[in-house]
């Protein structure tokens, strides 16, 4: 009886999503030491990595696919860092969907006519991916392989539909021929409607400042899981005064807390990132705060399949390495993420979260509880 209850479960709290961007300005740009800081060597790490065909990444197994992201996760906890371990495979014609933000915004020139990420994000053009460790394995058009199966991640479905598509039928998806026409595949319907991901307005117990209490302190009982990305838009210091402009441009600071599914990963995390709007082509995340500084706790069961559900606590805090630096535009951290060929999902029970921002002299800070 339990088994099925937990199957019920499973299936119940299933979901899916995706994609983001980011880039950087040259009158902002980090100090020479920080700069130093920045130059990320390839690190040779001693897993079976995948192979690169038709222009996605194929991976043998799921065990191979769990590999690596243990991998990127752990020897790779940085996002910059991520540009290291994908530049072996790039020399292989193969561009991920984080990469391809990057390029999208690298045109930073104030009349700029082309559209940033964000505005294409904003107009279903593009996927929107909170989590750059899986942006990083999935290609630009939306595909990874795992074994013997192609998943697609398209913008634009009015369900949130993602397809599993039999790989030997790789000649029809380079055709063009949309998936749902291709024999043997299977569509997930996902929580969404639309993508980009859903983005919510800031739930739970908001304070401005420090709290004090200990970041995995909770209360009362478990909070309604959400998916996407819940968070604000920050424009101002808490004293009231607007964040200067950058080159005659407005300035915001946005902070969101995710959780994401894409049939066989899922993930929760946290993040911080500066953007300065242009004058024709929507947000970039071009500018520098001076200082940026997190932690955050979270609590939840866990679900993959042939499994049961088990508890799990995941935090970070502003000792750990990276969340005390200068001169950032994108501050992130995945706090939990799991992988199975079928089914994974994070079901969420309380996710805590405090940070600090100082932006030429504008300071900022929010503590959430929920």
């Known amino acids: 009886m339990k088994t099925k209850i937990y199957a019920m479960l499973a299936l ?36 079976k990595e995948p192979a690169v065909a038709n222009g996605w990444l194929n991976f043998p197994s799921m065990e191979s696919f769990n590999s690596t992201m243990k991998v990127l996760h752990e020897k ?3 996002p910059d860092k991520l540009k290291g371990w994908e530049s072996n495979f790039n020399k292989k014609g193969y561009t991920s969907l984080r990469t391809f933000y990057q390029q999208l915004d690298a045109d930073t020139s104030e009349d700029r006519r ?16 909170p989590d750059s460790w899986f942006a990083t394995v999935l290609s630009k058009d939306g595909y990874i392989q795992i074994a013997d199966t192609v998943y697609s991640f398209k913008p634009g479905n009015e369900k949130g539909e993602a397809f599993a598509i039999p790989a030997r039928s790789t000649k029809e998806i380079i055709a063009g021929i949309a998936p749902a026409a291709i024999r043997g595949t299977k569509i997930h ?13 800031e739930v ?28 604000e838009d920050i424009y101002a210091g808490d ?12 300035v915001k600071m946005n902070y969101h807390r995710w959780r994401v ?29 001076d200082q940026m500084t997190m932690e955050a706790c979270l609590k939840g069961r866990a679900v993959t399949a042939g499994s049961m559900p088990y508890p799990f606590t995941s935090y970070t805090s502003p000792s750990w390495p990276g969340f005390t630096k200068y001169a950032e535009n994108n501050f992130e951290k995945t706090l939990k993420w799991v992988g ?31």
């Open 239 to 250: 004293n009231g005064d607007t964040f200067p402009e950058h080159n005659g441009r407005t």
């Open 76 to 78: 790779f906890e940085d």
């Open 189 to 201: 319907y996902t929580s969404f409607r639309r993508i980009p991901t859903l983005r919510w307005g």
């Open 340 to 370: 199975s060929l079928i089914f994974s999902e994070i079901a969420l029970e309380h996710f805590n979260f405090h940070w600090k921002l100082n932006y030429r002299g504008r300071i900022a800070e929010r503590t959430i509880r929920q």
């Open 12 to 47: 119940a709290i299933c979901g899916g999503s995706v994609m983001y961007a980011c880039k950087q300005s040259v009158d902002m740009m980090p100090t020479e030491l920080e700069n130093e800081k920045l130059k990320i060597p390839v690190d040779a790490i001693a897993v």
């Open 261 to 289: 599914g894409y049939v066989f990963y899922a993930s929760a995390g946290v993040r911080m990132k500066m953007w300065k709007h242009t004058r024709f082509a929507g947000w970039q995340s071009v500018t520098y705060a």
């Open 204 to 231: 739970g117990d908001k304070t401005i400042g420090e709290d004090k209490l200990p970041i995995c302190f909770t209360t009362g009982g478990a909070m309604g899981s959400f998916w996407g990305q819940v968070g």
């Open 114 to 129: 082309e559209p940033t990420a964000d505005s294409l994000i904003q107009s279903n053009k593009l996927l929107d991916c």
